[in-house]
Nanobody, 124 residues
């Protein structure tokens, strides 16, 4: 059974950094693209960043470009999201999910096997 678990969330001041981890169990991540998504209160879940199974293709939503970096360590069966220069509008629950080897759209509808999420709060 495919299971993903996120970790690394927390409370951080504006301008701070966090590194989220998405760890897989029950399967190897080698064959899956992985996406990071977030959902703020009262808003729809949105794609933040996605990475193909090989790591050769990545996507970032405009609002996080230059601040967030997605990476994967298939040997550790883990995908990371390094988040720098955090802003209050980044506050949300962050989820990771698995897709096919390649992704066409970094959107919630293209991914499955969702983790339970990790909360990120950016506030002074």
């Amino acid at each position: 059974q495919l299971q993903l678990v996120e970790s690394g969330g927390g409370l951080v001041q504006p301008g701070g950094s966090l590194r989220l981890s998405c760890a897989a169990s029950g399967f190897t991540l080698d064959y899956y693209s992985i996406g990071w998504f977030r959902q703020a209160p009262g808003k729809e879940r949105e794609g933040v960043s996605c990475i193909s199974s090989s790591g050769g293709n990545t996507y970032y939503r405009d609002s996080v470009k230059g601040r967030f970096t997605i990476s994967r360590d298939n040997a550790k069966n883990t995908v990371y999201l390094q988040m720098n220069s955090l802003k209050p509008e980044d506050t949300a629950i962050y989820y990771c999910a698995a897709g096919g080897r390649l992704f066409r759209i970094c959107g919630p509808g293209s991914f499955g096997s969702w983790g339970p999420g990790t909360r990120v709060t950016v506030s002074s």
